[in-house]
T-cell receptor
Framework: QKEVEQNSGPLSVPEGAIASLNCTYS??????FFWYRQYSGKSPELIMS????GDKEDGRFTAQLNKASQYVSLLIRDSQPSDSATYLC?????????????FGGGTRLMVKP | EPEVTQTPSHQVTQMGQEVILRCVPI?????FYWYRQILGQKVEFLVS????????KSEIFDDQFSVERPDGSNFTLKIRSTKLEDSAMYFC???????????FGPGTRLTVL
């Protein structure tokens, strides 16, 4: 059974701070990793994808992947109240597992003005 | 910017009735998916579809479910005889390739009474 684990939160940070969100996954063969943002009652919105070890930056967002530790993280710099949402980690386990994404339960982020 | 669209946004049905949820994937995408999210729970994979056939399905996707691409633009999910436990948000997603980023539609909220 492939598992993706996230701390449910809430993670509360002040406006302008760095928010750090973490995710672990069980399938060592996983190859593609994604972070989605989900506002209450809305659909998942893709923020970042990462496929190889290391860091990937896009604006205020940085995704970090460590396949040896089976760990993915998302850093949000200069957090804004509009960043308040649930952040979903999703993992695609690669060719043998097809294209399905396995989602974590999400971490609720609250950015306080 | 291209996006996935879904109709209807909300569907209310009686237990035992058939429902069809509709999706229009992003036009140059080749892989199509259905996911669902029961209120307060994780996003769960149902089925993936490529080259006019199911490429993968989960245990949730039993004989009551079917998918179809009736024309060059629509992708549908049919539930033959709805149960109370089918009440959930159903999300359609599409991607341009295997393992690539999946983009989600706004969802259909299905309520089974």
């Amino acid at each position: 059974q492939k598992e993706v684990e996230q701390n449910s939160g809430p993670l509360s940070v002040p406006e302008g701070a760095i928010a750090s969100l973490n995710c672990t996954y069980s399938d060592r063969g996983s190859q593609s990793f994604f972070w989605y943002r989900q506002y209450s009652g809305k659909s998942p919105e893709l923020i970042m994808s990462i496929y190889s070890n290391g860091d990937k930056e896009d604006g205020r967002f940085t995704a970090q992947l460590n396949k040896a530790s089976q760990y993915v993280s998302l850093l949000i710099r200069d957090s804004q109240p509009s960043d308040s949402a649930t952040y979903l980690c999703a993992v695609n386990s690669g060719a043998n597992a097809g294209n399905m994404l396995t989602f974590g339960g999400g971490t609720r982020l609250m950015v306080k003005p | 910017e291209p996006e996935v669209t879904q109709t209807p946004s909300h569907q209310v049905t009686q237990m035992g009735q058939e429902v069809i949820l509709r999706c229009v994937p992003i036009s140059n995408h080749l892989y199509f998916y259905w996911y669902r999210q029961i209120l307060g729970q994780k996003v769960e994979f149902l089925v993936s579809f490529y080259n006019n056939e199911i490429s993968e399905k989960s245990e949730i996707f039993d004989d009551q479910f079917s998918v179809e691409r009736p024309d060059g633009s629509n992708f549908t999910l049919k539930i033959r005889s709805t149960k109370l436990e089918d009440s959930a948000m159903y999300f359609c997603a599409s991607s341009s390739g295997r393992g690539n980023e999946q983009f989600f539609g706004p969802g259909t909220r299905l309520t089974v009474l």
